[in-house]
Structures are given as structure tokens and as C-alpha cells.
């Protein structure tokens, strides 16, 4: 493990402000606990960020005992996204992260094509970074299959049906008859949510969302092992793919899904989803946590704007 009382440099970003710490740490020298994380996390007394972001070699990752084995489609020379939450869960795959995660490998010099795959717990996305600048990125990822579970019910600010829908992590997406943007504004979130732990027994990111309306929908979510962000990359693919389900009865198509973060927009065809949205990268800076378990009261977060 690396001597973590010299400062680690980081840089911050968002996908439609899911934001992300993202931790240079190419040959996967640090011991990311889940105090660690939750403190480089913690809004208050660290960066402050919905996840972090490790990137690393995937062959580094594997010698170093963090994966097991490399993940379907990733070759060990890849780049690959080591996902955390922001309480220091793990997760299999994060939308908005992979191209925030994208968008600075092509800023920091790391990868020099504009397409490439970026490894991921859910297996290997291939990213097409459109367009991108030092602060702003316009990035498409192909997000895999899209898989329909069953049905399932939650607790969500009111009683709501929906479907489960597996996009390399769990989601439980509820489309809700007749429900306005202002009614979805004005659901309370903040009780949480009760959820079937049969149906879902390594948790769910749950979705709530308006009916198709002019080829876009309105979603807010709840994560797993964050709360209420203000997007979700795979939440937006579960939950378009619900709401074409139950538009059409098959859940392939082409959606503009609405979050309060801003806008992405995805396609689904029967080989999988694609998602484009926009990145941001606001800030580079160092932070020193003085013990490997990270103790927020004395940390030092130097940061200067990204741009
Ligand atoms: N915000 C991410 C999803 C992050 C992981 C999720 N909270 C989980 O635990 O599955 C996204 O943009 O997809």
C-alpha cells in the first residue's frame, strides 16, 4: 500500500452533476477502504463527491488482489474504472462516471484515440469521445445489454410498481401513469425506500419517472449506497428502457431522459444501449489523509479550478 501521508493528487468531475473524485493511482498502490473513500466523499470534510472514480491499469488492478479476474471484453492493458460509492461500496458500473473517466484520460495524455474501451466491473464499455476540451466532454458509451427482470414494488415517497432492470448493476425503474413534472418534483425522497431484498438482495438504485411524453421522460433516483443524486447513468438506461416497455411493449428505442442534473440520451436496439451525455472536469488538486482509513477532521484538500 502507498505511503498516503504524501498528498495524492485528484481531479473532480460530473456527468449532469453526478460527481465523481477521480484518484490517479495507475498501479493500484492504495488500500481503498471504505472509510477511505467515504471520507475523500464526504461533502463536508473531504472533496466531496456521489462516488470516486480509481484510475488504474486492469493489470495492476489484478496483481494487486483487487479484481479476481479480468472482467469480459477488457484486455489487462485497458484503463479501467475501479467504481466506489460515495459510503465505500462497491459498484459494478457507474453511466455518468465512465465518461467523466473517459473525458480525463483523453485530457491527462493517458490514451491517445478518441475510441477505446474502458474496463468496468459489468465487463468492457467502449466510449466515442466526441468532442472534448480541458473542461468540457461530449462522450458516447455503449452500455451493454439491457436485461428485464421481473416486476417488483417499493416504498419511494408513495407506494410505486415498477420492473427490474439489469444493466450491468441492479435498478428498479417505476414508471408512474400520469405523473407530471411537478408531481415528481414535488415526491419526498427523503424517508427512503423499502424494496423487495428477494428480488434484490445485493440492494437497487430505484428510479421514478414520468410516461414517454414527446420522446423524452423526467427521472429522479435514489442510489444505492449514495441517496438522492442528481443523475444516474444506468439509472437513465433502466428507466428508458421501462418507460419503452410500457409504451410499446418492447423496450428498445430512442429516448431524451430528463434529470435534475440535465439531459442524456439513450438508444436501445436488441445488441444493447448506448448513452451520450455531456462531461464536466472543475477541478485538479492534492489531498493528504494522514492514515490509510482517512480521518476527515484532518484532512488537506489543496484545489485549484480545472481551467
Ligand atoms: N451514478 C452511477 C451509478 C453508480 C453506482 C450505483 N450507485 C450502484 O450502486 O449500482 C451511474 O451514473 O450509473
Same mark, same amino acid.
Given at each position: 500500500?502507498?505511503?498516503?501521508?504524501?498528498?495524492?493528487?485528484?481531479?473532480?468531475?460530473?456527468?449532469?452533476?453526478?460527481?465523481?473524485?477521480?484518484?490517479?493511482?495507475?498501479?493500484?498502490?492504495?488500500?481503498?477502504?471504505?472509510?477511505?473513500?467515504?471520507?475523500?466523499?464526504?461533502?463536508?470534510?473531504?472533496?466531496?463527491?456521489?462516488?470516486?472514480?480509481?484510475?488504474?491499469?486492469?493489470?495492476?488492478?489484478?496483481?494487486?488482489?483487487?479484481?479476481?479476474?479480468?472482467?469480459?471484453?477488457?484486455?489487462?492493458?485497458?484503463?479501467?474504472?475501479?467504481?466506489?460509492?460515495?459510503?465505500?461500496?462497491?459498484?459494478?458500473?457507474?453511466?455518468?462516471?465512465?465518461?467523466?473517466?473517459?473525458?480525463?484520460?483523453?485530457?491527462?495524455?493517458?490514451?491517445?484515440?478518441?475510441?477505446?474501451?474502458?474496463?468496468?466491473?459489468?465487463?468492457?464499455?467502449?466510449?466515442?469521445?466526441?468532442?472534448?476540451?480541458?473542461?468540457?466532454?461530449?462522450?458516447?458509451?455503449?452500455?451493454?445489454?439491457?436485461?428485464?427482470?421481473?416486476?417488483?414494488?417499493?416504498?419511494?415517497?408513495?407506494?410505486?410498481?415498477?420492473?427490474?432492470?439489469?444493466?450491468?448493476?441492479?435498478?428498479?425503474?417505476?414508471?408512474?401513469?400520469?405523473?407530471?413534472?411537478?408531481?415528481?418534483?414535488?415526491?419526498?425522497?427523503?424517508?427512503?425506500?423499502?424494496?423487495?431484498?428477494?428480488?434484490?438482495?445485493?440492494?437497487?438504485?430505484?428510479?421514478?419517472?414520468?410516461?414517454?411524453?414527446?420522446?423524452?421522460?423526467?427521472?429522479?433516483?435514489?442510489?444505492?449506497?449514495? $441517496?438522492? *443524486?442528481?443523475?444516474?447513468?444506468?439509472?437513465? &438506461? %433502466?428507466?428508458?428502457?421501462?418507460? =419503452?416497455?410500457?409504451? /410499446? #411493449?418492447?423496450?428498445?428505442?430512442?429516448?431524451?431522459?430528463?434529470?435534475?442534473?440535465?439531459?442524456?440520451?439513450?438508444?436501445?436496439?436488441?445488441? $444493447?444501449? *448506448?448513452?451520450?451525455?455531456?462531461?464536466?472536469? &472543475? %477541478?485538479?488538486?492534492?489531498?493528504? =489523509?494522514?492514515?490509510? /482509513? #482517512?480521518?476527515?477532521?484532518?484532512?488537506?484538500?489543496?484545489?485549484?479550478?480545472?481551467?
Amino acid at each position: 500500500m502507498a505511503d498516503v501521508d504524501t498528498a495524492l493528487p485528484f481531479v473532480k468531475g460530473h456527468g449532469t452533476e453526478n460527481d465523481f473524485v477521480l484518484l490517479p493511482d495507475h498501479q493500484a498502490r492504495l488500500d481503498l477502504t471504505e472509510d477511505f473513500v467515504a471520507a475523500l466523499c464526504d461533502r463536508r470534510a473531504g472533496i466531496g463527491g456521489d462516488g470516486l472514480l480509481r484510475v488504474a491499469r486492469t493489470d495492476a488492478l489484478v496483481i494487486a488482489g483487487v479484481l479476481d479476474e479480468i472482467p469480459a471484453g477488457v484486455s489487462s492493458s485497458d484503463w479501467f474504472m475501479d467504481y466506489r460509492n460515495a459510503d465505500g461500496s462497491i459498484a459494478e458500473m457507474c453511466g455518468n462516471g465512465v465518461r467523466v473517466f473517459a473525458h480525463h484520460l483523453v485530457v491527462a495524455g493517458l490514451i491517445d484515440r478518441t475510441e477505446f474501451v474502458v474496463g468496468s466491473r459489468a465487463g468492457g464499455r467502449r466510449v466515442h469521445v466526441r468532442s472534448a476540451d480541458a473542461a468540457d466532454a461530449d462522450v458516447t458509451v455503449e452500455m451493454g445489454p439491457v436485461r428485464i427482470g421481473e416486476r417488483s414494488s417499493t416504498t419511494l415517497g408513495r407506494q410505486l410498481d415498477g420492473v427490474a432492470v439489469d444493466v450491468g448493476n441492479p435498478h428498479l425503474a417505476c414508471v408512474v401513469d400520469d405523473l407530471t413534472v411537478a408531481d415528481l418534483d414535488r415526491l419526498d425522497f427523503t424517508g427512503g425506500a423499502v424494496v423487495d431484498t428477494g428480488v434484490f438482495p445485493h440492494g437497487v438504485n430505484i428510479e421514478v419517472l414520468t410516461p414517454v411524453r414527446d420522446g423524452s421522460v423526467h427521472m429522479r433516483v435514489l442510489e444505492r449506497g449514495v $441517496g438522492e *443524486t442528481r443523475s444516474c447513468g444506468t439509472g437513465t &438506461v %433502466a428507466a428508458a428502457a421501462a418507460a =419503452l416497455l410500457a409504451q /410499446t #411493449g418492447k423496450p428498445q428505442g430512442a429516448l431524451d431522459v430528463h434529470i435534475p442534473g440535465g439531459t442524456v440520451t439513450v438508444t436501445i436496439t436488441d445488441d $444493447g444501449a *448506448t448513452l451520450r451525455g455531456p462531461s464536466r472536469l &472543475v %477541478a485538479v488538486g492534492t489531498v493528504s =489523509l494522514p492514515e490509510a /482509513t #482517512g480521518s476527515p477532521a484532518e484532512n488537506r484538500v489543496h484545489v485549484a479550478p480545472s481551467v
